[in-house]
């Protein structure tokens, strides 16, 4: 692992780069091509070069290694690290939070650790609200990883708005999923239209997953949205391609990305005034072709 890196400048010297590390396990297999993370490590790439420092991905070693991860990084000179895609309750994980190494984190919280997240509880509410509002009333929910604070939120607001419009959410209804796991996506939602009386509409728990759901629905031979509705959550160019495109939750990636470089080097450079509060970025709903009005 390269830590340091000289570069030449034009006077012939050499300038030192500082080095921040990017925590990064991602589990669905997309690796640093996933739609939505890749677009957040562009963006606190192009932050972090500009304010003088270079990338370095952590390389995480089994549970119960000799070295914690901040001592690895501190062996490597890396300044600070982006705890951005993994298992965030990991033993791993919450050591490094804990070390003392100026780290900043996407989507979860630490205590005392700076943290960029989006406005779940928001986007949520936006996406029931709007599915209610073209009629339906027969609302499931397949969320993500349940160690998850952004699973947690979701869940927790999916059932508030439901509430809030005196609407029935059969224990069925909700479904233990996983992130990007097109594969688990496909079976919960066969579970869900094979139930007695199924769901009219569905909240996936991302917008990869909709690849999985549209398997599903061909092979009960449904069509979307007329027989059935779906939406995800992201925002990720690729679903906007499709016809039609995803009813979804835009997240702001590239805002993120770039607070997450800005509260690491700040952390780094002048810690005793950093702020370490969380950063949350507002959400957007895009209507798309997925959701059917009753």
């Known amino acids: 692992m390269t830590a340091m890196n000289h570069a030449p400048n034009p006077s012939g010297a050499s300038t030192l780069k500082r080095s921040l590390g990017i925590l990064y396990q991602d589990g669905s297999g997309k690796g640093l091509t996933h739609p939505f993370f890749s677009l957040i490590m562009e963006a606190f790439k192009v932050e972090a070069e500009a304010r003088g420092y270079e990338i370095t991905f952590i390389n ?57 997240l989006s406005d779940n509880e928001t986007g949520v509410q936006k996406l029931v609200d709007y599915a209610i509002s073209m009629g339906h009333r027969r609302i499931a929910f397949i969320h993500g990883h349940n160690n998850s604070v952004v699973t947690r939120t979701r869940v927790g607001q999916f059932g508030n708005t439901m509430g809030y419009h005196s609407l029935p959410v059969p224990k069925d209804y909700i479904r233990d999923g996983l992130y990007h796991d097109i594969a688990c996506t496909r079976r919960h939602v066969l579970e869900l239209l094979r139930l007695p009386e199924p769901p009219t509409c569905i909240l996936l728990p991302d917008d990869m997953t909709y690849f999985g759901a549209q398997e599903a629905a061909r092979e009960l031979s449904l069509r979307i949205p007329e027989d059935i509705s779906f939406a995800g959550y992201d925002g990720i160019p690729l679903t906007q391609a499709l016809k039609p495109t995803l009813t979804t939750i835009r997240q702001n990636s590239d805002d993120m990305g770039r607070v997450a470089a800005r509260l690491l080097t700040d952390l780094i450079e002048r810690p005793e005034t950093a702020s370490r509060k969380p950063r949350i970025f ?5 209507e798309g072709g997925t959701m059917a009005r009753l």
């Open 282 to 286: 507002t959400v957007e709903l895009f």
């Open 60 to 116: 995480m070693g089994p549970e119960g290694q000799d070295a914690s991860i901040a001592e690895h990084c501190r062996q490597c000179g890396i300044e600070g690290a982006c705890i951005l895609c993994g298992d965030f309750v990991s033993p791993q994980y919450k050591a490094l939070a804990a070390s003392g190494l100026p780290c900043v984190s996407v989507d979860h919280i630490y205590k005392g650790v700076p943290a960029v």
